[in-house]
């Protein structure tokens, strides 16, 4: 047995490998060949790896620009409002929240006349369409085009890749060990940083937008929603109100909405990582030990 | 079951009692605890357990997911929502479900490549490959139909793609093709009434594969399990009783797998899947590539590889359903490639082959893509069709060892262990 354990094992480690290959290789560079694409760079967020953790204030932060600079076309349907109260989230007062609620309009039951009337939010609720339907979104916009709700968009958005064949397999073993999950915001990132002059032979059709991040022929609809620049939204908290810092925030903040349980999911992970992998180590010397007796 | 004697001892009276009535327990015991297992397997054969672990996974977390999941064209997307953020722990249930499915397959190709390597398949063990053929076009099945549940963008369009080649059958018999993707869908396109059938049928399946694998079991404990040698128990010596031997190995080998598991489930939850199906289906957009889940891809690429439609649709349920002849398109009278050098050749070749299908098959179909997948498709079928048959016969294979333990501690050392002795 000791002779051969050397091939048997290399089988073994090479027909994993090989599985894990393929299972990987699935997901990334579907759209890339056909659009074409400019390279996406990685950023860094507090809630990447295994011990991210989304950063309260700048969720806070995020969700202010999110309300100032995205609100007015797109929608966080999927959230309700006690979601920013709850642990793992822009943690917010409940005391703050309600009054935020109340701010806000949505449909009552039917009263005992069948009429529906509007009252003031509260926490249960979820944040009101910005459009009673997609059409009235649609006809609101320059383009024409429909804003989406973004409660997903963080998730709904990856980067492409382009790598050569032989890189690919290179490329998921990396993403894999330090457990990259951030495509989609780096995607949102790099969306909203760049709307940029269109190069000199392009022109834009009317109402559209050059946008460098945007697939192929890098024409959106959207316009800059912080094309007024720095000082657009005034942070409470110090931080300077830069469009670089209003960017990652709302985009820490999409993340947030688009996985409100990261925190208690990578809490749980970890514990989970540790209690395996002592079991791990007992069973394989348990298991040497049995075995002992045969070899 | 596998002809070895007894040696069940009920100690209790209830013991006594039952195993006159209904002898379960010793059942258990010969199949579980006595079992004679070959002393020389390797990890792979812990893939086994590791499916059944699967299948066990897959049906628990399901059966709480449907509590939850409601499977109406305007509610499925939003109920998967609100499992991943209201339902307690509903977030941890549906990554176990969809990263587990991955997992599935990747224990089940891994033990398809072994049964494939060390020839698992020869006789006696026909019908034990067959019911593992089986096994694997249910999972198929179950798993196409599950990946429609949630009804984001990929679910839908998969959905649409993969019904509509049954339309192919029209260029045999005018007609019956369509006729058999309405009676898919349920209507005239894909609706809320092919959503509730694949969910319905996706409920089921998992039963039927827990039954096949009985038979499974059943045909695997009784002709024994091969092993990496492919020679046969002769003596004693040969084999270890499964627990605590195969049991404590299995263990092992089923932590470290779920050790890789939880690292997916819990810090790359969506690696696996595609970001597309966090947008809901829209029947108005279509995705600009509509790409299957990993697992499918190779097969994906041998549809696209073929120019026409009903042809390339044949190409891909035949690299499935030929693999149901392989004990026959073999004709090597050895069986574990260790001592087939010229197939282990051949054998790698297929299982490059395979992988760069599964590359290939998450490339757009066009230019060289569409190239490179030809010939691999051709030599995937050449590989079953052409090499086994052929290699079989010219090979002269290497002489393997007079037993398994022979092959364990060399000649010396079989007297040694056939006295007991303790090494």
Not at chain 1, 128 to 143: T, V, Y
Not at chain 2, 46 to 54: D, H, I, K, Q
Not at chain 2, 135 to 144: D, E, K, P, S
Not at chain 2, 313 to 319: D, R, T
């Amino acid at each position: 047995m000791r002779a051969t354990g050397g091939t048997r094992a290399g089988v073994a480690a090479l027909m994993l490998a090989a599985a894990v290959g393929v299972a990987a290789g699935a997901a990334p560079a579907a759209r890339a060949a056909e659009n074409g694409h400019v390279e996406i760079p990685r950023q860094k967020w507090s809630f990447s790896g295994l011990l991210g953790k989304f950063d309260q204030a700048q969720l806070q932060r995020g969700f202010k620009v999110y309300v100032e600079a995205c609100a007015r076309c797109h929608g966080i349907k999927r959230i309700a409002f006690r979601n920013l109260v709850q642990p793992g989230g822009p943690g917010f007062s409940e005391a703050q929240i309600k009054s935020l609620a109340e701010t806000y309009k949505v449909d009552a039951a039917p009263n005992e006349q069948g009429k529906v009337v509007k009252r003031a939010a509260i926490l249960s609720d979820l944040f009101p369409p910005p459009f009673k339907n997609d059409n009235e979104a649609r006809s609101a916009q320059a383009s024409g085009a429909l804003p989406p709700d973004l409660s997903l968009i963080a998730r709904a958005r990856s980067v492409e890749s382009d790598a050569p064949f032989y890189r690919v397999p290179l490329n998921m073993l990396r993403d894999i060990f330090t457990g990259y999950q951030e495509g989609g915001a780096d995607y949102v990132y790099a969306f909203l940083e760049g709307f940029k002059p269109p190069p000199d032979k392009v022109t834009v059709p009317k109402n559209m937008n050059y946008n460098e991040a945007f697939p192929k022929p890098h024409f959106t609809g959207m316009p800059n929603p912080f094309v007024a620049g720095d000082g657009l939204i005034k942070y409470d908290d110090g931080t300077p109100g830069t469009v670089d810092n209003y960017v990652r925030d709302v985009v820490a903040f999409l993340s947030w909405a688009a996985d409100p349980k990261l925190e208690e999911r990578k809490r749980i992970g970890l514990l989970v990582l540790g209690y395996l992998l002592i079991t791990a180590i007992l069973l394989y010397f348990a298991k040497r030990r049995i075995w002992s007796k045969v070899h | 079951m596998a002809a070895h004697e007894s040696t069940f001892q009920p100690t209790s009276r209830t013991g006594k009692w039952l195993d006159e009535r209904l002898p379960l327990p010793r059942l258990v015991h010969g199949q579980f605890v006595d079992f004679p297992t070959p002393r020389n397997i390797n990890y792979l054969w812990s893939t086994g357990g590791l499916l059944a672990f699967c299948l066990g996974v897959q049906i628990a977390t399901g059966i709480v997911l449907a509590m939850h999941y409601v499977p109406t064209a305007a509610d499925a997307f939003n109920s998967v929502e609100a499992i991943r953020r209201d339902v307690n722990y509903g977030w941890l249930l549906r990554n176990i479900h969809a990263v587990g499915a991955s997992f599935f397959f990747l224990a089940a190709y891994i033990h398809i490549a072994r049964g494939l390597y060390y020839g698992s398949y020869k006789a006696p063990r026909e019908i034990l490959w067959i019911l593992g053929v089986v096994i694997f076009l249910l999972m198929m099945a179950t798993a196409f139909m599950g990946y429609s549940l949630p009804w984001g963008q990929m679910s839908f369009w998969a959905v649409t793609v993969i019904t509509n080649l049954f339309s192919s059958i029209d260029a045999v018999v005018p007609g019956l093709g369509t006729r058999i993707v309405e009676w898919l869908w349920g209507g005239y396109s894909v609706s809320s009434a092919t959503l509730t059938r694949f969910y319905a049928l996706h409920y089921l399946l998992p039963f039927a594969i827990a039954g096949v694998v009985g038979l499974h079991i059943w045909a695997l404990h009784h002709v024994g399990q091969n092993n990496p040698t492919g020679l046969d128990i002769k003596s004693t010596s040969d084999a270890v009783p499964f627990t605590p031997y195969a049991t404590i190995k299995d263990v092992f080998a089923l932590s470290v797998f779920v050790l890789i598991f939880t690292w997916f489930v819990f810090f790359l939850p969506d690696y696996l899947g595609h970001a597309d199906n966090y947008i809901e289906a829209n029947p108005l957009s279509t995705p600009p590539h509509i790409v299957p889940e990993w697992y499918f891809l190779p097969y994906y690429a041998i549809l696209r590889a073929i120019p026409d439609k009903l042809l390339g649709v044949i190409a891909m349920f035949s690299s499935i359903l030929l693999l149901l002849f392989v004990p026959w398109l073999d004709t090597s009278r050895v069986r574990s490639a260790k001592y087939r050098p010229l197939y282990r050749l051949f054998f790698w070749l297929f299982i490059g082959s395979v992988l760069a299908l599964g590359y290939l098959g998450s490339k757009p179909p066009e230019g060289a893509y569409v190239w490179w997948a030809r010939v691999f498709t051709a030599y995937y079928f050449l590989h079953l069709l052409v090499v086994l048959p052929i290699v079989g016969v010219l090979e002269t294979p290497k002489t393997p060892p007079g037993s398994i333990t022979e092959a364990v501690l060399g000649k010396a050392g079989k007297a040694h262990v056939s006295t007991g002795g303790k090494s």
